[in-house]
């Protein structure tokens, strides 16, 4: 208990000491979210969201990418299509799947009517006299309410949601995966299809219809046994929301979705409630059962009650702070007690920091567990682009095994269940040692390196990674990237190296790579400890402004033992 608690006020201390300074320095500018979504990932052209200019979303808006589990990434938008466009992330390793979560903040008065030119607007006094015995004019509006040094439009309000004719968007996509093993001739296949529709007032209420849905089929050819398949159908969402817009701040939502105002209690089969308050707070409730987070998504035995609230310091929303509490039951037999707190800080320069808790509260009916409070996972990432050409982040993160009757992680041996944690530090560094747009007329040449360190209950370890990128290399829009790595932990050693050529480009791209690693496995015999494993790899993508986008992508690995050939192709539209 004594150490759970000095590391949860450790914990508690690190974040006040992070939030602490920035409190008061936001400049206040009204700002409003655009909701998104990821259509493709392009490799070094970026990554591709469903809005664009259509959308009211304008060339160098940043963008927040939300992924399962509570971590976020950032990117800057540099491409625009009508409904479409391009983001370059701000770590150039992460790959979001298609259909992952985006936010972008964009100032509020993007959205007002704009102020006329001042010659436009009528003043008394000025202007042509009216002609003698000119007949007056009779308008059957007169706007009586609109004074002269009002905007022309002022008076004229926005469609509500309910009135707006019905709208209705989505996507639907098919993907493939094969895997061979020549060790003992062994195959997979994975086969993928399905897709998402939204229905905006489709009933004249103004309410938003959403479903989301995936076919599975899986096969594994075994030599000299039985053959294994596997078909399923996964229903991620179906649900039916009203509200929670500017015309309305009250959201109601039922069905099975992903909670909206806390997503880290994950998704739920029941109804939420969520208000938005006139000083930019929110909170919210939801009740209902939630599926076990497998591909058959079982329900109805883990029943849910949680609550939640924001504090924004002001209209801009550049610092929130979020808190929300769940309890659940198993099978009417109390479960889980479960506390997050998250903290967003994103102003336009300086640092972003980021930075979630979970702590589980232990109590009577908990085995394992001593009563009180326990860290069971924590991120901490503060970044900042310290001038024009060079930018670090700062990431912690911290993971434990949380004491469960529901069957949401593999079983584990009592002993690993009580003392089995992660804490991770690591750093980003990079630096563009030639700016892009240099009046030189060579390519721009971008460095960056990685280093991190990780301590668990018995061991420790850590990697790094050292690379330049290249761009313009040998032809417009061609990036060469060639990288060093090594890694240390329990079982095995590593150092490698890795070249990757490609053409980028804002309708195709194509890449090249080879990577070489050489491992040093530890507990085998002198024929087995070490192996040397390279692994070459292909890929073309394409992407069309009318929401079509294809990946073809092939692979092998070559080892002292046995090698391996993936092949895959991933084919979307968007509509």
């Known amino acids: ?16 000491l992070v939030a602490g300074p920035l409190l008061g320095q936001v400049k206040a500018q009204a700002t409003e979210d655009i909701p998104a979504r990821v259509t493709a990932t392009v490799p070094g052209t ?5 809005r664009g200019t ?29 409904r479409g466009a391009v983001v370059r992330p701000e770590d150039p390793a992460f790959r979001p799947g298609p259909g992952i979560r985006a936010t972008i903040t964009v100032p509020a008065s993007r959205f007002e009517d704009p102020e006329p030119p001042p010659e436009l607007i009528p003043i008394p006094g000025k202007g042509p006299d009216k002609v003698e015995g000119e007949p007056e004019t009779k308008w059957s509006n007169q706007d009586d309410e609109w004074e002269f040094d009002m905007p022309l439009l002022a008076e004229v309000g926005a469609v509500k949601t309910w009135n707006r004719p019905p709208s209705y968007s989505g996507r639907t996509y098919l ?29 004249g209420k103004g309410g938003l219809l959403h479903f989301d849905g995936e076919w599975n089929a899986r096969r594994a050819e075994i030599p000299f046994e039985a053959n294994e398949s596997d078909r399923t159908f996964r229903l991620d969402r179906l649900s039916y929301t009203m509200g929670g817009h500017r015309h309305d701040p009250t959201r109601i939502q039922f069905g099975r979705f992903l909670q909206d105002g806390m997503p880290e209690f994950g998704i739920l089969d029941g109804a939420s409630f969520g208000k938005r308050l006139e000083s930019g707070n929110s909170y919210g409730v939801g009740v209902g059962f939630l599926p076990e987070p497998d591909k058959d998504q079982q329900s109805l035995e883990d029943f849910q009650l949680s609550a939640w609230y924001r504090w924004v310091q002001d209209e801009t929303e550049r610092l929130t702070v979020t808190t929300g509490f769940q309890k659940t039951w198993h099978n009417g037999t109390r479960d889980r007690d479960l506390l997050i707190a998250r903290l967003q800080y994103a102003p336009i320069e300086g640092w972003n920091v980021y930075s979630t808790m979970w702590i589980d509260l232990y109590g009577v009916g908990d085995n394992i567990k001593s009563s009180g409070p326990e860290l069971t996972y924590m991120i901490l990432d503060a970044r900042k682009r310290l001038n024009d ?55 721009a040449l971008r460095a960056f390196g990685r280093a991190g360190a990780w301590l668990d209950e018995e061991d420790s370890g850590g990697d790094g990674e ?14 060469l990237d060639v990288a060093g790595f090594t890694s240390s932990g329990k079982f095995s050693s590593l150092v490698g190296g890795r070249v990757r050529y490609g053409h980028y480009g804002p309708k195709r791209s194509w890449t090249a790579q080879y990577e070489i690693r050489l491992n040093d496995i530890t507990g085998f015999g002198d024929n087995t400890d070490d192996q040397t494993q390279h692994r070459v790899r292909g890929s073309y993508e394409f992407y069309r402004a009318s929401g079509l986008s294809a990946s073809f992508s092939a692979e092998a690995q070559f080892q002292d033992l046995e090698d391996q050939v993936f092949l895959g192709f991933f084919l979307q539209r968007t509509f």
Not at 1 to 16: E, F, K, Q
Not at 46 to 50: H, S
Not at 55 to 80: A, H, K, N, P, W
């Open 1 to 16: 208990m004594g150490i759970r608690a000095g590391r949860l006020l450790t914990t508690a201390a690190i974040g006040l």
């Open 46 to 50: 970026g990554i591709v969201i469903d």
């Open 54 to 82: 259509g959308d009211g979303v304008q060339l160098g808006d940043r963008v927040i990418f939300s992924e399962r589990g509570g971590s976020q990434q950032f990117g800057t938008v540099i491409e625009l299509e009508g």
């Open 175 to 203: 993907s493939f995966d094969h895997i061979y093993d020549t060790e003992d001739e062994r195959s997979d296949s994975f086969l993928r299809g399905g897709g998402s529709f939204q229905a905006e007032n489709a009933f």
């Open 389 to 443: 050409r060079t930018g670090v982040d700062l990431e912690y993160r911290h993971q434990a095994y949380p004491e469960l009757r529901r069957n949401d992680f593999p079983q584990v041996a009592l002993q690993q269940l009580d003392d089995a944690r992660v804490d991770r530090l690591s750093a980003t560094l990079w630096r563009w040692l030639r700016p892009r747009g240099a009046q030189d007329g060579r390519g």
């Open 466 to 479: 050292l690379g330049l990128e290249f761009y313009d290399f040998f032809m417009p829009g061609g990036r």
